[in-house]
């Protein structure tokens, strides 16, 4: 406690009353401390508790360092300022981080800014005597020079037991006024150089200054400050201007007429020459929207309206410093008296940047940029990222579906091969159980031939040689020969390795074509081969070898299931007909018929009621039938045996479909199906 020796009767009254409010004050403190321990010690007689007294000391100790700290926090600034505002709301924000036990914080504001403090100094002074003469503070934070200046000369009087921080203070007013012992600060710097450094960055061709004020005592402080600090450097501005305290309609229109030869400096307005009172930011917009050239200031709350560019002082930084170290105190911290000040950083707008056509490689390398150009991306970025993030998964979609259409594709293709080379595999099969009949249907022509050429030796031995006797042997030679070749190529194209090709292909006239090959093991057989083709020459589309085994495959397999049958009733029946722009091809025999079992199961691979049977052929036909897209089916034949009926599309249903390779254009029909006796 300050000695108050040698002091005047006016400071041992003031001394007199600090005591007296600091005893008040702690002895109701103590006095509700002690009468709760009272509570407690009676309660643990009455239940005769022998450790009693130290059980009371200790929630006596424990409620009394409980309480939570109470923080005066003092703004001479309007509190709904943006610049304060934040401040504010920084320093709550690190004061509740820090302490478990939350902080009770009183906010207090003396508008001196705009409306002076030495007329309103008396009155607020016996407000907060009368607020706070009952209430114990333990901190108070002074935001600003107003609030600087009253916490110097009064807080003994108003809070005379709490330490002290200075907040947002300019060093220069510091340096001015002396502090009282518990006092800390946290001091700003408005180095009124690096902005005007950026200034001739950005225009490095300006020569004409102009520095923006109102006429409060602060702006006017501050437009001096500029000033000062310009007219350093009488090589870079050759003329300078102060334009203080004018209203908002004169600053947009002088603004209005600068040219590209002038940079501005914006310092503060809270009021102009007519009286009107504004916070500073408030103008910086319509300042903004009115000039031409850059306007450049050190507050960071400007540029969110528009303020091109500066070293700033970032309030926000301030009071979350502010707050930090507040905490610190409150927990018992050393006096820290005077804190470095926090350094101005370069900050630019890119928007006002484009807008006036400035370089952004003119500024320093380490000068943060705010306020991008306005991008359907910054302004919907959660929506375009989510709108490109379904675009990546449709694609990986549409990646993986084509992936797997092109597996599939291969694997049908590798399919098709096998599935050909099944097909041929099964020719070559069919052609085996052909061998004896094929034989001897070539075996005839040869012997014919064998013969003629004995006769035509005889008789050229013969001395009446007669010379149309010869050309009738050469005749008859020739006719055998050409029997024995056609059936030689059927059976070469038959067996020969061929992609599949589909086109035009006349059933009918593959039929005959077939004939030739069935009819030989049918007289082997002793089985009469009937024929009866409808007469309208449908085409379908197809293979023609294809369709080729088709008929072959379920031939052998009738004169199979007639081996047993009695030889008049050993009939092989083929015919076709027209149904509904359908082709119906019938083969009916009068064998054993079918089971149930069989009639079910007829058709699955490896399926045979044949001793030495491989349950292919049916297989095989079923799966031609489907890939020219028809159907197959068996039945129980009327009088006994089974009938197999193959039903597929006309030429003009398939093209209607849309089927690929099927076109009127590109459709082949010069290949055997579509007539004549060429084999492909």
Known sequence: ????????????????????????????????????????????????????????LVLASHSFASEAPKVVLFTGADPIQPAALVQIQAIRNALEASTSQGTEVFLETLDGFRFGSENLAPEFLALMQKKYAHQHVDLVIGLGNYAADFTIRHHSEVWPDARVLLSSVPEDWLSRHALPAGFSTVPYRV?????????????????SLVVVGGNADVDLRFVDQVITAAEKDKKRWSSIEAWTGFSLKELQRRLSSLDSDTAVVYTTMYRDRDGRRYFPYQVVAPMVQASRVPIY???????????????????????????????????????????????????????????????????????????????VFREYRGTVLTLLGVMLAQSATIAA???????????????????NELARAARLATVGELSASIAHEVGQPLGAILSNTDAADLLLTSPNTSADELHEILADVRRDALRANEVVVRLRALLAKHSVSFNAVNLNKTLQQSLPLIEPEARRRGIVVQMHLAEANGEIFGDHVQVQQIVLNLALNAMDAMQSTVPDERVLSISTRSVARRIELTVADRGHGLSEDAGRRLFEP?????????????????????????????????????????????LETICEKGVPGCSSGTIDRSGTGAGGTATP
């Open 401 to 419: 579906l084509l992936a797997q259409r092109r597996k599939r594709r291969r694997a049908e293709a590798e399919a098709g091969e096998r599935r």
């Open 297 to 375: 200031g050190w507050y960071s709350v400007y540029l969110e309206y528009g303020l091109t560019a500066g070293a700033v002082y970032d309030m926000e930084e301030n009071g979350r410093k502010t707050g930090e170290i507040a905490a610190s105190i409150l927990r018992g911290g050393v006096d820290m008296p005077e804190l470095p000040a926090l350094p101005e950083r370069c900050v630019a707008n890119l928007t006002e940047l484009d807008r006036l056509s400035l370089s952004v490689s003119r500024l320093p390398g380490t000068c943060r940029f705010v306020n991008p150009p306005p991008s």
């Open 1 to 56: 406690m300050t000695s108050m020796k040698g002091s005047g009767p006016l400071s041992r009254l003031v001394m007199a009353r600090k005591v007296k409010r600091f005893a008040e004050t702690e002895f109701a403190r103590l006095l509700r401390a002690l009468m709760r321990t009272a509570t407690k010690l009676k309660m643990a007689v009455i239940r005769g508790k022998c450790r009693v007294v130290l059980v009371g």
């Open 606 to 650: 490896f399926y045979t009621t044949k001793a030495h049977g491989m349950g292919l052929g049916l297989s095989i036909v079923r799966t031609i039938v489907e890939a020219h897209h028809g159907q197959v089916h068996a039945a129980a034949r009327d009088g006994g045996g089974t009938v197999f009926i193959v039903t597929l599309p006309l």
């Open 191 to 207: 180095d009124v150089t690096k902005t005007l450094a950026i200034a001739e960055a950005l225009q490095p061709d300006a020569r």
